[in-house]
């Protein structure tokens, strides 16, 4: 009896003590020590960027602009390699994706904890450079200057390659679980598209991560060895070092984005109480969105002096990562049409990746079209753009997914009111910081300089104001997410009517995931309406 | 002859070993990746420099890395055989082959020793430490750059691969595998065949376009 009872403990309380974490081959597990590393990497990130904000309240200097330089490189830095490359996959994938496919682990555990762990290596590395006194390059370690420079490139560009033997293994270990662990009868047509979209994202992270460890090795050696590949003054090619980072750091968007679009066609789905419309499409779409974000990374260079037909090529390719996207916003549209809409705080975020990542993406294709970056490149504009696809786009899917999931995961309920609260402030200082952004760049106010001209003030105290709300929303969150671990009403195991396989099992699930092999449903959006 | 536990999250061994056999092969993809790089590097800097290319692979010793390249293929089929013996419960003869292995990896870094040596005693070194004045081209540093860079970190893996050569021989001989288990020897082997086909692609490349 006290056997029975124990395999059937919860998985949080099936072992006791932190050595039972810090060695635990369970993918929940091991999904939520990535999570809180990387939501602290988030609120070290986003310090960082009021810090930024703060600067830019008002004309005229605050911190020494060497501070600043290295504020919003650290910003940068950390929120992508720290934060949002990892953060869906390796935190709600791990959780999620053996759970999904009826399976009890990932195809690789041992392999799976070793990339936590590669993980909190390369991230220590990053966080040594920024108590060793920062890095002021750029989150993009553009060369030359990254090889004079002063701070301490070596160490952070370090950790931005061993963590990317983190990404690499997460990526490989979910492939080979997609494609040999699924239960019988589970197929990759009735899995839930939040799969599909993290399979098009790990070919993302086996394929084009390895050119981004090659590309900072390079760089660490130049600094080191002086190797010259990347240095003018000893023959080399700076704009190499430029097409190297972004063939991996292009890809590397939709390693961000995918996944967050993947939690969306759930929650949408979900709460509208009906079957996703255009299952395949949606599902292709990912992997198009995948194909396609290897051809365009000279967007990124179209004034580096790249070849005029370079550009054409790059600027026309670009144009057609909008179509597999717009699929999956039309797709997501036409799902809500006639649905009985829930709306909770994880469909209040989704509804905000609605609205939020289609101004993301329509300003993406203002930037593709060649004249208008020549025009607008280096400015807000472009900042605003990508804070719209990233933190408009996946932040909103990651809070989607981590209020939908919480139940699940820590078998308590966070306080909707508070969790509705939240997602206003976040909503509302999240468009009055960044739209006013666009006006800044379009008013031709350019990027990373700590100081401007009297005539931005205006749109920049603004931005500054919105940012302050972004912060408060985000404070409430940590605060009611703490408050509901111990505090929160006990969750049901299915509070929103989910049908994949998740929800039905226990919240939070038992160490093994399920006490016999599921039964796999023939959809798994199975609400009696059509898509 | 031990038996081997599946882990509890396979259904049965064919499902463990197919998984591990892609895995692996993704894991040999994203290597493939991590030199393409280079191998970029390398044919942005020759089309840049063609005739400096021409000059400084004159530097290189033919007869060395043509040896090396000799010895790494006879390696790939000393480890093949290795692999083989498993397969047919012949431990005996797959930890002769697996250590014959080891051994013409470490010919070749010897070999790559004394050619290294032999180098930077001339100053041959990447660009920044470069003091050499038999060669007029002034990009000439570069090449050597590429030379250090591609072939150091191919030998990085030839080290790797004798560790991984010596686990696997020691786990023959404690008798872990048989013709029922024996993933660890294959895929070991299957990296160990891509570090010599990366030779054989670089061995071309930096010695024989003199
Ligand atoms: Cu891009």
Redesign the pocket.
């Known amino acids: 009896m006290a056997h029975a009872e124990h395999a059937h403990a919860n998985y949080l309380e099936a072992k006791k003590g932190i050595w039972s974490w810090l060695v635990t081959l369970d993918h929940k597990r091991i999904g939520v020590m990535y999570l809180w590393t990387t939501l602290f990497f988030f609120v070290v990130g986003g310090l960082f960027s009021l810090g930024v904000r703060l600067e830019l309240l008002k004309p005229g200097p605050l911190f020494q602009p060497d501070t600043y330089n290295k504020m919003f490189t650290m910003h940068g830095a950390i929120m992508v390699f720290l934060f949002i490359i990892p953060i869906i996959p390796a935190a709600l994938g791990n959780f999620f994706l053996p759970i999904m496919i009826g399976a009890k682990d990932v195809a690789f555990p041992r392999l799976n904890l070793l990339s936590y762990y590669i993980f909190l290596v390369g991230s220590s590395l990053a966080v040594g450079a920024l108590i060793a006194g920062g890095v002021d390059t750029g989150w993009t370690f553009y060369t030359p200057y990254s090889i004079r420079s002063a701070s301490h490139v070596i160490l952070i560009t370090l950790g931005v390659f061993i963590n990317g033997f983190s990404g690499i293994l997460t990526g490989l270990n979910f492939m080979v679980t997609l494609h040999k662990l699924k239960a019988p009868g589970m197929t990759f047509f009735n899995m839930p598209l939040f799969l599909w979209s993290i399979y098009a994202t790990a070919i993302i992270q086996v394929l084009a991560t390895p050119v981004v460890g090659i590309t900072t090795f390079l760089l660490i050696l130049e600094r080191v060895l002086k190797i010259g590949i990347f240095d003018p003054a000893l023959g080399g090619d700076p704009i190499l070092f430029q097409h190297f980072f972004?063939f991996y750091s292009?890809p590397a968007?939709y390693i961000m984005i995918l996944p967050g679009m993947g939690i969306i066609s759930e929650v949408v789905t979900v709460f509208s109480r009906k079957h996703i419309f255009g299952y395949k499409a949606v599902a292709y779409s990912s992997l198009a969105i995948a194909f396609i974000s290897f051809l365009?990374?000279g967007?990124?260079m179209f004034v580096s002096g790249q070849s005029p037909l370079s550009n054409f090529l790059f600027s026309w390719l670009t144009m057609f990562v909008a179509v597999p996207t717009a699929i999956k916003v039309y797709n997501w549209t036409a799902t809500l049409y006639r649905g009985s809409i829930v709306l909770a705080t994880p469909m209040l975020y989704a509804l905000s990746f609605l609205f939020m990542f289609t101004i993301g993406g329509v300003t993406g294709l203002f930037l593709a079209a060649l004249s208008v970056d020549v025009h607008l490149h280096d400015t807000y504009f472009v900042v605003a753009h990508f804070h719209y696809t990233m933190m408009g786009g996946t932040v909103m899917g990651l809070l989607a997914g981590i209020h939908y999931w919480w139940p699940k995961m820590f078998g308590r309920m966070y306080p909707e009111l508070w969790g509705k609260i939240s997602c206003a402030f976040i909503f509302v200082g999240f468009n009055v910081t960044f739209l006013s952004q666009f006006i800044l760049g379009k008013l031709g106010m350019p990027r990373r300089y700590h100081d401007y001209f009297p005539e931005y003030a205006g749109w920049n105290m603004v931005s500054s104001i919105g940012s302050l709300f972004i912060g408060i929303g985000f404070l409430i969150m940590f605060i009611y997410l703490f408050w509901s671990l111990k505090r929160g009403a006990k969750a049901p195991a299915n509070p929103w009517d989910g049908k994949t396989l998740e929800w039905q099992i226990s919240s939070p699930p038992i160490e093994h995931n399920f006490t016999k092999v599921p039964a796999i449903p023939a959809s798994p959006y199975e609400y009696g309406v059509k898509g | 002859m031990s038996t081997h536990v599946i882990p509890h999250h396979f259904d049965n061994a064919e499902q463990a070993y197919q998984s591990s056999k892609l895995g692996f092969w993704l894991f040999l993809v994203s290597e493939i990746l991590l030199f393409g790089g280079l191998f970029v590097a390398y044919i942005v800097f020759r089309s840049l420099y063609p005739d400096m290319f021409h000059e400084a692979s004159g530097e290189l010793n033919r007869i060395m890395g043509g040896f090396n390249t000799i010895v790494l293929i006879c390696s790939s089929f000393t480890m093949a055989m290795g692999v083989n013996r498993v397969q047919h419960n012949d431990p005996k003869k797959a930890v002769m082959f697996l250590a014959i292995t080891i051994a013409f990896a470490a010919i070749f870094m010897v070999i790559k020793y004394f050619e290294y040596s032999h180098k930077i005693h001339l100053g041959l070194l990447p660009a920044g430490f470069y003091h050499y004045d038999g060669i007029t081209h002034p990009r000439a540093p570069l090449f050597f750059s590429l030379y250090f860079v591609m072939t150091g970190l191919h030998g990085v893996h030839v080290l790797v691969g004798m560790g991984l050569i010596t686990w696997v021989l020691l786990r023959v001989k404690r008798g872990d595998f048989s013709n029922q288990y024996y993933t660890p020897v294959e895929l070991v082997g299957l990296y160990w065949h891509l570090v010599d086909l990366i030779w054989i692609y670089l061995f071309p490349l930096m010695y024989l376009i003199g």
């Open positions: 972004w292009h968007v365009v990374w967007h990124h």
